[in-house]
């Protein structure tokens, strides 16, 4: 018969800690090996999906500002949560069915491995000399006009959205999945559905963020209420990004104190709040510039540097990056899952 769970008691919580490292584990794993595969039934491939409808539907009826904002952010997680609710249900009567439904949840939160998925081409493409190729390449990674980018300006470009990516991608959903099993140990409830959820809730206000959160017409005002959100999401794992950057260049026999140096003192030479401080540290590591002007389409914004000009930029920094960004996610996630791992035996 299904076995059905009762409340967790705090002295028992602990028994059932494994489960989050479990999760935890068994995502970063499929990640490492699969990456985020392009399929049809993709959950956030779904969720764009579900964002786009909803964007069109609200502005057809005359909610383009705030109000509509609101809406398509309440909308997107009502629906989001109400997937991770049937989930949460399976777990509930079919643990081991949940518990693979939860590592698939968290998995496809996850965007770790394609960084280097879609930068290293673009090192590929520039040390073959094909500029078009590595334009093509780059533009699908980053916002920026990327037509008249040479060879430093590419490999400049393909930097930064690793770096920023890092935190957007991977260190906040370890941060709110670690936040979400930890809260849940403190009060006596289930750690495993309550971790997955808050990763959950992180994934939809990214994805609104990176489809709405702009400060251009049409969602100066529509995608206010979405970015100040992943702005505060963000916030904390932006600045835990400097030392496990720094840490990462230490194992990577990078410049470590240059990199947390630079991280912060630059780290707020940007116009973003929280990508500065992933972006800033990795240029400390690598003893480059990174920021400066940009050319997005129909306007060039002049954005401060960050780092040194100690080398000069180049394709080897791509991969560089991507080498420090894959130690920085084992340096980030072993805590994690000591901390999860002492919490089970005591």
Same mark, same amino acid.
């Given at each position: 018969?299904?076995?059905?769970?009762?409340?967790?008691?705090?002295?028992?919580?602990?028994? =059932?800690?494994?489960?989050?490292?479990?999760?935890?584990?068994?995502?970063?794993?499929?990640?490492? #090996?699969?990456?985020?595969?392009?399929? $049809?039934?993709?959950?956030?491939?779904?969720?764009?999906?579900? =964002?786009?409808? @909803?964007?069109?539907?609200?502005?057809?009826?005359?909610?383009?500002?705030?109000?509509?904002?609101? @809406?398509?952010?309440?909308?997107?997680? @009502?629906?989001?949560?109400?997937?991770?609710?049937?989930?949460? #249900?399976?777990?509930?009567?079919?643990?081991?069915?949940?518990?693979?439904?939860?590592?698939?949840?968290?998995?496809?939160?996850?965007?770790?491995?394609?960084?280097?998925?879609?930068?290293?081409?673009?090192?590929?493409?520039?040390?073959?000399?094909?500029?078009?190729?590595?334009?093509?390449?780059?533009?699908?990674?980053?916002?920026?006009?990327?037509?008249?980018?040479?060879?430093?300006?590419?490999?400049?470009?393909?930097?930064?959205?690793?770096?920023?990516?890092?935190?957007?991608?991977?260190?906040?959903?370890?941060?709110?999945?670690?936040?979400?099993?930890?809260?849940?140990?403190?009060?006596?409830?289930?750690?495993?559905?309550?971790?997955?959820?808050?990763?959950?809730?992180?994934?939809?206000?990214?994805?609104?963020?990176?489809?709405?959160?702009?400060?251009?017409?049409?969602?100066?005002?529509?995608?206010?209420?979405?970015?100040?959100?992943?702005?505060?999401?963000?916030?904390?794992?932006?600045?835990?990004?400097?030392?496990?950057?720094?840490?990462?260049?230490?194992?990577? $026999?990078?410049?470590?104190?240059?990199?947390?140096?630079?991280?912060?003192?630059?780290?707020?030479?940007?116009?973003?709040?929280?990508?500065?401080?992933?972006?800033?540290?990795?240029?400390?590591?690598?003893?480059?510039?990174?920021?400066?002007?940009?050319?997005?389409?129909?306007?060039?914004?002049?954005?401060?540097? #960050?780092?040194?000009?100690?080398?000069? =930029?180049?394709?080897?920094?791509?991969?560089?990056?991507?080498?420090?960004?894959?130690?920085?996610?084992?340096?980030?996630?072993?805590?994690?899952?000591?901390?999860?791992?002492?919490?089970?035996?005591?």
């Amino acid at each position: 018969p299904a076995r059905v769970r009762k409340p967790i008691r705090p002295g028992t919580a602990a028994i =059932i800690m494994i489960e989050c490292i479990i999760i935890l584990a068994g995502a970063f794993i499929l990640d490492l #090996m699969l990456g985020d595969p392009v399929y $049809r039934l993709h959950p956030v491939r779904l969720l764009g999906h579900l =964002i786009g409808w @909803l964007e069109r539907f609200l502005f057809k009826v005359g909610l383009s500002g705030l109000t509509g904002g609101g @809406l398509l952010f309440a909308g997107s997680i @009502l629906v989001a949560g109400s997937i991770f609710l049937a989930v949460a #249900m399976l777990w509930h009567v079919f643990p081991a069915a949940g518990l693979l439904g939860f590592i698939f949840l968290v998995y496809s939160t996850i965007g770790f491995r394609d960084m280097a998925n879609h930068a290293l081409p673009v090192e590929a493409a520039l040390v073959a000399g094909d500029m078009e190729k590595a334009r093509g390449l780059l533009q699908r990674i980053v916002g920026r006009d990327v037509t008249l980018l040479d060879n430093a300006g590419i490999s400049r470009a393909a930097v930064e959205t690793v770096a920023e990516n890092f935190v957007d991608g991977f260190l906040s959903i370890l941060f709110w999945f670690s936040v979400g099993g930890l809260a849940a140990y403190a009060v006596g409830l289930p750690p495993a559905p309550v971790a997955t959820g808050f990763a959950v809730i992180y994934r939809v206000t990214n994805t609104l963020d990176a489809m709405v959160g702009y400060r251009r017409p049409p969602y100066e005002r529509f995608g206010t209420i979405s970015a100040r959100i992943d702005d505060l999401l963000n916030f904390i794992p932006a600045r835990l990004s400097i030392p496990v950057i720094a840490i990462s260049a230490a194992i990577c $026999r990078m410049n470590a104190v240059r990199s947390i140096k630079t991280g912060i003192r630059d780290r707020l030479n940007h116009v973003s709040p929280n990508a500065g401080h992933p972006e800033s540290s990795i240029a400390g590591a690598l003893g480059i510039r990174l920021g400066g002007p940009i050319s997005y389409p129909g306007k060039i914004v002049e954005k401060p540097w #960050m780092g040194e000009d100690i080398n000069e =930029i180049a394709p080897y920094h791509i991969h560089k990056t991507c080498l420090l960004i894959f130690c920085a996610g084992w340096v980030a996630l072993l805590p994690v899952i000591f901390v999860f791992t002492i919490l089970m035996v005591l």
